[in-house]
């Protein structure tokens, strides 16, 4: 198991940015994909961006050109940075870790089997 612990969560206007951040154990991005993830109130989790372990990304259509995932090695850091934000991005965010990953399961939260605790967004109009 992974331990993943997110932060960076806030109260924003539509249209601001936030980063999060995800701190995860040693040596984690060399052996795992990680993936951001979301749930909104009486909505399914969502898969929001994914980063493989050659360096790969994938993004869900509504966030394409505003979120960027990224990660930092040395840090052993995941991050989401999200711009233009909208108030149908507010949700609870959750980082994740699964073993490597093909591209069209890499937004699927069944194949992750390690979870931050999460972090709230709320985007206000």
């Known amino acids: 198991q992974v331990q993943l612990v997110e932060s960076g969560g806030g109260s924003v206007q539509s249209g601001g940015s936030l980063r999060l951040s995800c701190a995860a154990s040693?040596?984690?991005?060399?052996?795992?994909?990680m993936g951001w993830f979301r749930q909104a109130p009486g909505k399914e989790r969502e898969g929001v961006a994914a980063?493989?372990?050659?360096?790969?990304?994938s993004y869900t259509d509504s966030v394409k050109g505003r979120f960027t995932i990224s990660q930092d090695n040395a840090k052993n850091m995941l991050y989401l940075q999200m711009n233009s934000l909208k108030p149908e991005d507010t949700a609870m965010y959750y980082c994740?870790?699964?073993?490597?990953?093909?591209?069209?399961?890499?937004?699927?939260?069944?194949?992750?089997?390690?979870w931050g605790q999460g972090t709230q967004v709320i985007v206000s109009s």
């Open positions: 040693r040596y984690t991005f060399s052996r795992y994909c």
């Open positions: 980063i493989n372990t050659d360096g790969s990304t």
């Open positions: 994740a870790a699964a073993p490597p990953l093909a591209w069209w399961t890499r937004l699927q939260g069944r194949y992750y089997n390690s």
